[in-house]
């Protein structure tokens, strides 16, 4: 793991993806922040670890299976399970529980409580995507290009010309 410190904030990322924490860094340092790289081992013994301390995290997820509920519920008391997010907000949790009952009972009625609160957090900035699935380049010659419902490239199913 990398660290990358902005004057109290903490950025968490893995190996692989140190030209973007990099280029995050340069951007940040070009809205006037102080950025340093800490390389500190993720698996030595001075990790302390995602805890409430942070602000920004740049880290991956995907979801077990695809609901409403999976996503939004990163964003309830206690359901950022690896404390990335680190939000709490109970009228937010009433809302995620009121949307999950409906499911069960209407669907319809259910996906506007999901999109109210999609909107919700959004409007909250809870995360800021830097990377969606599917949203891949490829050349002209690739045909049949597919992806699995959980945003995996179906290579089987493509073929280049």
């Known amino acids: 793991m990398i660290w990358l410190r902005v004057i109290g904030t903490v950025l968490i990322l893995v190996e692989p993806w140190l030209s973007q924490l990099e280029y995050l860094g340069s951007v940040l340092e070009d809205l006037g922040y102080q950025v340093s790289i ?36 990163l964003f309830t008391c206690g359901g950022d399970t690896i404390s990335v997010i680190n939000h709490c907000d109970p009228d937010f949790d009433a809302a995620f529980n009121h949307a999950r009952e409906l499911q069960a009972t209407d669907p319809a009625a259910a996906s506007i409580e999901w999109a109210a609160l999609d909107q919700r957090g959004v409007d909250l900035a809870l995360l800021a995507p830097l990377h969606n699935a599917g949203a891949d380049f490829v050349s ?22």
């Open 38 to 73: 800490d390389r500190t081992d993720a698996l030595g013994p001075d990790f302390q670890g995602w805890g409430p301390h942070n602000q920004i995290s740049l880290n991956g997820w995907g979801p077990d299976w695809l609901s409403a509920s999976n996503f939004l519920g």
């Open 140 to 161: 002209e010659r690739v045909d049949n290009y597919q992806l699995t419902p959980m945003g995996f490239v179906l290579f089987d199913q493509m073929w280049v010309q």
